[in-house]
């Protein structure tokens, strides 16, 4: 098992950035593939980007390609999301997840932890 805890979310200016961190706990960090997903208010979940638990590729969802990075650091057992050039669609709550297969999914039904969620708000 693996406990995952978000932050770093807020509110911020569209053009801005913030930096997410997901803080794994538990079974061995480097055992999982993360991702993160995020969720509007009325829309549904949707995948954002992965990083491989074999390779280290990282997959990012379209909507974020050269914008948003993705890094994690075993030592700390932690996986960052960086999140520049911020979009008022952008606004979410954002979860990451943990799941054991060697290839980054883009559906939730790829993973089998999650976090509790951090609320981004980009204001126009």
């Known amino acids: 098992q693996v406990q995952l805890v978000e932050s770093g979310g807020g509110l911020v200016q569209a053009g801005g950035s913030l930096r997410l961190s997901c803080a794994a706990s538990?079974?061995?960090?480097?055992?999982?593939?993360m991702g993160w997903f995020r969720q509007a208010p009325g829309r549904e979940r949707e995948f954002v980007g992965g990083?491989?638990?074999?390779?280290?590729?990282?997959v990012y969802a379209d909507s974020v390609k050269g914008r948003f990075t993705i890094a994690r650091d075993s030592a700390k057992n932690t996986v960052y999301l960086q999140m520049n050039r911020l979009k008022p669609e952008d606004t979410a709550v954002y979860y990451c997840?943990?799941?054991?297969?060697?290839?980054?999914?883009?559906?939730?039904?790829?993973?089998?932890?999650w976090g509790q969620g951090t609320q981004v708000t980009v204001s126009s």
């Open positions: 990083i491989s638990r074999s390779t280290g590729h990282i």
């Open positions: 997840a943990a799941g054991t297969s060697y290839y980054v999914g883009i559906t939730g039904s790829a993973y089998d932890y």
């Open positions: 538990g079974r061995t960090f480097s055992s999982y593939t």
